[in-house]
């Protein structure tokens, strides 16, 4: 196939979100593949999961280092090596260096449980529950130097009903995740997305399949007036995503969380 786009993804943990980019990759027609799976865990299931797919794996322990920025320019080698197009973190839980993160300018994306810039770091699920919101989310964003912080590319809310608990509440957020991240990395790999300072305007002209979903509106339990949805980004949906610097991640040469 001609001018596939290659896409390098960064997983930590069980990795439903990596799957749903390689579901979505697997049409021809999205014109992006899953070329490198990396992970700082070598337990991580997202590595399973892409040997299963045939793709490509690696681990950088940062345990192996001497410090963070011997970890963070390894990282840096190791994704650079397989020359992606757009780097995905997908439940990636450390905190990346400076280096990584200027190595890919404009072409890291992460994914957050939450609706940015409300409720940052680790915990984001739990914390929106403690908080008594009504409506979380999803957000899809791109990666600077800060946590959780740059520019986003779609979000989308998440009713908070009554009996949640994390569990259940992050069930329902991944679902959103699942449909907006791979939109999203396929936006970024083809460079259909300018930034202009914190604005990120999609393109979504062009062959293959939807490539900007429509926003969900989040049902309003009976007795909150009003409309509850919240409004989409250029272009696209609202949704939820996380990465800059916040404690939700794993300091680089830190213990496990
Ligand atoms: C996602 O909710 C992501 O936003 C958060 O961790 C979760 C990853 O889940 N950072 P999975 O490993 O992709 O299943």
Do not use: W
């Not at 997983?11 to 990759?25: K, N, P, R, T």
């Not at 009504?134 to 899809?140: E, F, N, Q």
């Not at 939807?210 to 009003?226: D, F, K, Q, Y």
């Amino acid at each position: 196939m001609a001018d596939v786009r290659r896409v390098a993804v960064l997983v930590s943990g069980h990795g439903s979100s990596l799957q749903s980019l390689m579901d979505a990759a697997a049409d021809p027609s999205y014109g992006a593949e899953v070329v490198l799976v990396a992970s700082d865990r070598p337990g991580a299931y997202g590595l399973e999961r892409a040997r299963a797919a045939g793709v490509e794996t690696a681990v950088v322990r940062p345990t192996d280092f001497p410090d963070r920025a011997a970890f963070d320019e390894a990282l840096t080698g190791v994704v650079a090596a397989a020359r992606p197009d757009v780097v995905c973190l997908a439940g990636f839980m450390r905190i990346l260096g400076p280096r990584f993160v200027r190595a890919f300018p404009d072409r890291i994306v992460n994914t957050h449980p939450s609706l940015l810039p409300a409720f940052r770091g680790a915990h984001a699920v739990r914390d929106a529950l403690a908080y008594g919101v009504r409506v979380t989310g999803c957000t899809v964003h791109l990666v600077d130097e800060e946590v959780d912080h740059g520019p986003v590319l779609m979000q989308a809310p998440v009713a908070v009903e009554d009996g949640d608990d994390e569990a259940s509440l992050h069930e329902r957020i991944k679902h959103e995740e699942h449909r907006l991240l791979p939109a999203a990395v396929r936006l970024v790999a083809l460079g259909r997305v300018r930034v202009d300072g914190r604005r990120a305007r999609l393109l979504a002209a062009g062959p293959g399949p939807a490539t900007v979903p429509a926003p969900t509106a989040v049902p309003a339990p009976a007795t909150v007036p009003g409309p509850a949805t919240v409004p989409g980004s250029p272009g696209g949906p609202a949704g939820g995503g996380r990465h800059g610097r916040a404690p939700d991640r794993e300091p680089i040469d830190g213990g496990t969380p």
